[in-house]
Nanobody, 125 residues
C-alpha cells in the first residue's frame, strides 16, 4: 500500500505560479514507483499531465502543459513535485498525484495503482 497526500493547491491569478507537492508513505520504497500527476476539471475526465521515472532521470509531459509545468522528485524525502508556471484559467482543476509500480513513463491511468485525494487549483483572471 502507498498513501499519497497532495498539498500546495490554492487560488492564483492567471500568469502566476504554484508548486504542488505529493508526499508518500509506503511499505515499499518510494523510489520503486513511477510517479505521475493528473488533473480533473468539473464535468470532465481526469487527464494525464506528467510522469517521472523511478530515478527521476526521465520525464514525460502532456502537450497541454509542456514548457509550463515541471515534474521532479526527491526520493530521500519521498516526495514528488509539480511546478506550474504561467498558469491559465483553463488549468483550473483538482490535481492528483499517483504511483505506478511499473517501468517507463506511463500516461495511462490504468498503470497507476495508488492515488492521492487531490488538491484544488483555481486560476482567476
Amino acid at each position: 500500500q502507498v498513501q499519497l497526500v497532495e498539498s500546495g493547491g490554492g487560488l492564483v491569478q492567471a500568469g502566476g505560479s504554484l508548486r504542488l507537492s505529493c508526499s508518500a508513505s509506503s511499505g515499499r520504497t518510494f523510489s520503486s514507483f513511477v510517479m505521475g500527476w493528473f488533473r480533473q476539471a468539473p464535468g470532465e475526465e481526469r487527464d494525464f499531465l506528467a510522469t517521472i521515472t523511478r530515478s527521476g532521470a526521465i520525464v514525460y509531459y502532456a502537450d497541454s502543459v509542456k514548457g509550463r509545468f515541471t515534474i521532479s522528485r526527491d526520493n530521500a524525502l519521498n516526495t514528488v513535485y509539480l511546478q506550474m508556471n504561467n498558469l491559465k484559467i483553463e488549468d483550473t482543476a483538482v490535481y492528483y498525484c499517483a504511483a505506478a509500480p511499473s517501468l517507463g513513463t506511463p500516461a495511462s491511468q490504468r498503470e497507476y495503482h495508488y492515488w492521492g485525494q487531490g488538491t484544488q487549483v483555481t486560476v482567476s483572471s
